[in-house]
Structures are given as C-alpha cells and as structure tokens.
C-alpha cells in the first residue's frame, strides 16, 4: 500500500530558529495535508494543498506541495515554545481509495 | 462552533468488559471514521461510514464495531477489550475525504 516517509523523526528546536520537516511518497497524492498534535489532543489541521506546486502559508507556517506531486514540505519560521508537538503529514490519492495516508510524525522539543 | 465531538475524553474499562466510544459532529459531513492512535505513532484507520454505507478495513479486528445512527453521530463498540487495546481513539469526518478531514480531541482508552 502507499506510505509517507516523513523526516526527521524528531527535532529540537530553540526559540526564533526556522525548522523543515517533508515528506515524500512511492505514489502520487492528490491532496497534501499537515496536521499538529498536542499531547492528549486529535490533530489540527495546520496547512492543506490541493495543487502541484502550490505554496501556501499559515502564520509563520509556509507548506509546498511538490511539482512531482510525491512530496511535500512545511516550515516553522522564528519558532516559539508552542511550537512543541507532533507535526504529521498526510496525503490522499486514487490509489489508496482517497483514504487518508499518514506519515510517520515529526516530534518537535525544544532544546534544554 | 462547527466542530467533531467526542466523549468521554478518557475511559478505564476493565479487561474483557465491553466499551463504548461516541462521537458526534455539527459539521453534516457525510463520511466519518474512527482512528486508533498509540503512543504518539500515526493513526490507523479502523473503518469509515460514507453515509449509512459501513467499510471496515481488512486489518481491523473483529473485537471492534461500529454504529452510525443518524449523520451526527458515531459509535466505537469495543466487544471484549485487551490490554493491547488501550489508545487513543479519534473520530474523525470529512465532507471531501480529498480536501481534508476535521478530527475530534479523541478519547484516550486505559484497560486495567
């Protein structure tokens, strides 16, 4: 079935530093989406693209879906403490039925 | 607010003993889906309702069923839950499943 690899894993950021996080993908996705999870909380939908290309901003959040349409990547500018969370991308395509596809997650901490 | 809803937020149940899990929604979206999402992994979807029409993923055990009354809600039924069971379960529903899904906070599941 289709997967998501989604870098890195984790990260620690420090305050007012810029992050990256991307996913890529063995098939092509329609729709590219970027979710955040607060620890006991569903996620929240941060960013959602629709086209190839497409770059699109929320705040300090800035997402691109990639022209091959099998990636995609989301920055964090200046982070803040709340930034803290877990970031997941997800996809929908033909091939897996429209069904959501999440990647793994991204685990943003930030640095002691 | 438009929004998913789910309760209760958390939920001990003992082992073997049958649960319910609901979810209710005011955003009249048509498809709703219950994930289940452990320690911090992505969610995994369990089945989905489009409509009254009920689809139930291959790999979703037999322990777990669900009812769609109406368009508003949804229930989770765990039959005989196993310590292997505790999560956190999401709700989740979509008017587009290509545009997006709008999560619930979830309710997180302890077996004891």
């Known amino acids: 079935g289709q997967q998501l690899n989604q870098s890195p894993q984790s990260m620690f950021i420090q305050e007012g530093e810029d992050v990256s996080m991307n996913c890529t993908s063995s098939s092509i996705f329609n729709t590219w989406l970027w979710y955040k999870q607060d620890p006991g909380e569903g996620p929240v939908l941060l960013i959602a693209?629709?086209?190839?290309?497409e770059l699109t901003s929320n705040g300090r959040l800035t997402a691109q879906f990639g022209i091959t349409r099998k990636d995609s990547f989301l920055n964090i500018s200046a982070s803040i403490p709340s930034d803290v969370g877990i970031y997941f991308c997800a996809g929908t395509g033909k091939a897996a039925g429209n069904k959501l596809t999440f990647g793994g997650g991204t685990r943003v901490l930030v640095k002691p | 607010d438009a929004m998913v809803i789910q309760n209760p937020r958390y939920q001990v149940t003992q082992f073997g003993k049958p649960v319910t899990l609901s979810c209710s929604q005011t955003?009249?979206?048509?498809?709703m889906y219950w994930y289940q999402q452990k320690s911090s992994q992505a969610p995994k979807l369990l089945f989905h309702?489009?409509?009254?029409?009920?689809?139930n993923e291959a790999d979703t055990p037999d322990n777990f069923q669900s009812r769609r009354p109406n368009t508003s809600f949804c229930f989770l039924d765990i039959r005989s839950p196993g310590l292997g069971d505790a999560a956190m379960y999401l709700c989740a529903t979509s008017r587009d499943p290509a545009r997006g899904y709008t999560f619930g906070s979830g309710t997180r599941l302890t077996v004891v």
């Open positions: 309702y489009y409509d009254k029409d009920f689809n």
């Open positions: 955003l009249n979206h048509n498809v």
């Open positions: 693209l629709y086209k190839a290309g």
